[in-house]
């Protein structure tokens, strides 16, 4: 009986060279399909970036505003201040006109939610993640604080109206509410000024956008009913005619 030993495959050094060549196959097939997802995930963090510079353009306007009527709130504090302790005095309210009222403003970078939900946030450098976060979290204090003032100048827009008798419990509320009210202005600005550096930081608006934003912010301004004097007139109620 004879027996038939298996012929080796071409020699060892074609067989090897049939290896290296599977295994260079593979190893090009794995950096094709790395390449691709890098571009789909700078494509992915390149559409978030751009929404989040949208909000930060929005950001910057709104504290531009904040700090160019910044003087307004202080000059409406004064007259309200003085109009209380004038009122606390005769225990009696002068006819006073429409209280101005500050307009609410969307703080929030609501798109730094959709670019974590994404999972694009994870395809930035540390530091960037870190610095977007960040502003995202002082847009949610400045939202929060900026309710609180809203509503104070609210309850102080009761002042508003004809002559009438004032007491000492109204008088306690309402100087409360105005401190509250000053102290959270001059909170929101810092916490504003603050985070336009942070933005600034970021590298994601340049120099003419952000500028276009500050003085978009500096014209609203302008504009906006805090910057009118409240009407106050004689605090004896006036007789009718017959």
Known sequence: MHFHLPKPLHGWREFAGEVGIIVLGVLIALGAEQVVEGVRDRAQVGQSEESLKNNFERFVTFTAELDAYAPCVTARATQVRELIDRAAATHRLPSVGAIPQLTP????????????????????????????????????????????????????????????????????????????AVHQDSVMRDIADNTVDRIRRTGLLDSHEFDMAVDEGRRSAATIPMCRPIEIGDAQPQSRAI
């Open 105 to 180: 403003h969307p703080w929030q970078i609501d798109t730094y939610s959709a670019m974590v939900a994404s999972q694009a946030i994870t395809h930035v450098s540390h530091s960037q993640a870190i610095l977007y976060s960040r502003v995202a979290m002082s847009a949610i204090d400045l939202y929060d604080d900026g309710k609180v003032e809203w509503s104070d100048w609210g309850v102080l827009a009761s002042l508003s109206g004809g002559p009438r008798g004032y007491g000492d419990a109204e008088e306690a509320q309402d100087r409360m509410v105005l401190a509250r």
